[in-house]
């Protein structure tokens, strides 16, 4: 595994992130802790997680996440491993806050509520990567930031973070944030988490420019697009456990996942992709990942699995490097189907 560097922290971390979202809802913890223990022993040191894991929330299993980590992470060398969690913020809709119900925006009551609950799940005294995991779109005055970064500085004062990020942040948010802590001497946002993959290119648009001017560095989630980028969806009959076959059958927040993510350009994209990867003799899998992977504003890529088996195909990504020929021919498929997760 390739070690990166966290934006201009001392951390670093290697080039491929195992994300957790589905550990205690489509993955039970015994098959979450095999997978935790792969990914570890193949070099990954770094994970990521937050409050309100598992997805979908749901109530009945809001926290359960970071509980599995937790006993595994009893059993293991804590400072070998690099452990990102996030306080959950407003959600956009996406659902309704179980964690503390009638929360609307993030202030520093909330943060130093959610830190403990993470700790204490997580077992562990230290946060290595706190993220804030959706920010507040009506916050667009210095004060919010104020707020939210003080809280964080705090925190890193206590010793219970080591770096700070955000999640989902637009370019204004990003910038900023980044004036806030510059201008009061407070933490930074060492890294951005936002949704990037051959599908969604958008943090090419303005992020990217920002991510490699400052240096904070992308750490992006969804590279398989849910899943869309293996291939799974453009199958006659897929997988009945497949995440938006299983998101059909439920209320319209993720029937709203389904439809961004399944669409007619979406599956196109990936129709034109498979010859591509068929030709260089990858899974498009592997080839999504590898793609990210040489992104020079990314130090880590987070990916998510449901079973160990899927595995294979993204660490096979760390060993790949890519032709400029390659990256031209995406480009081509990108720039003719324009945006296909809306």
Not at 35 to 48: Q, R
Not at 204 to 215: G, R, V
Not at 220 to 226: D, E, I
Request: glycine share 6%.
């Amino acid at each position: 595994m390739k070690p990166k560097r966290l934006g201009r922290s001392p951390i670093v971390v290697s080039h491929l992130c195992l994300g957790t979202m589905t550990f205690g809802s489509f993955t039970d913890e015994k098959e979450s802790h095999k997978i935790l223990d792969i990914a570890f022993d193949s070099g990954i040191n770094f994970i990521d997680t937050a409050e309100i894991y598992p997805v979908p929330p749901d109530s009945k299993w809001v926290h359960q996440t970071e509980e599995i980590i937790g006993k595994w992470l009893k059993n293991k060398p804590r400072d070998a491993i690099i452990i990102a969690t996030k306080v959950s913020g407003p959600a956009h809709g996406w659902f309704s806050p179980p964690v503390r119900n009638g929360m609307t925006t993030l202030d520093k009551h909330h943060i130093f509520k959610a830190i403990e609950g993470s700790l204490k799940r997580l077992n562990t005294d230290y946060i290595d990567l706190y993220q804030i995991h959706w920010p507040d779109p009506k916050a667009d005055h210095e004060s919010y930031y104020i707020e939210i970064l003080d809280a964080l500085t705090k925190l890193k004062e206590q010793g219970k973070i080591r770096i700070a990020g955000c999640s989902n942040e637009t370019p204004w948010g990003l910038m900023k944030s980044l004036a806030t802590s510059e201008k009061y001497n407070l933490i930074r946002y060492e890294t951005i988490q936002n949704n990037y993959s051959i599908l969604n290119r958008r943090f090419e648009d303005a992020l990217a420019e920002i991510s490699l001017k400052e240096q904070v560095s992308l750490i992006p989630y969804s590279p398989l697009a849910g899943g869309v980028l293996t291939g799974k969806y453009n199958q006659e009959n897929p997988p009945e456990n497949a995440r938006f076959i299983y998101y059909k059958k439920l209320g319209e927040r993720q029937k709203k996942q389904v439809k961004r993510y399944l669409n007619e350009k979406s599956l196109e994209t990936v129709n034109r992709l498979k010859p591509l990867a068929e030709k260089i003799n990858l899974s498009l899998t592997t080839l999504a990942i590898a793609w990210c992977l040489q992104k020079e504003f990314i130090a880590s890529v987070i990916f998510g699995v449901t079973h160990s088996d899927q595995l294979p195909d993204i660490l096979k990504a760390s060993e790949i490097k890519l032709e400029k020929e390659i990256f031209k021919e995406i480009d081509k498929i990108t720039s003719e189907i324009m945006y296909p997760l809306g």
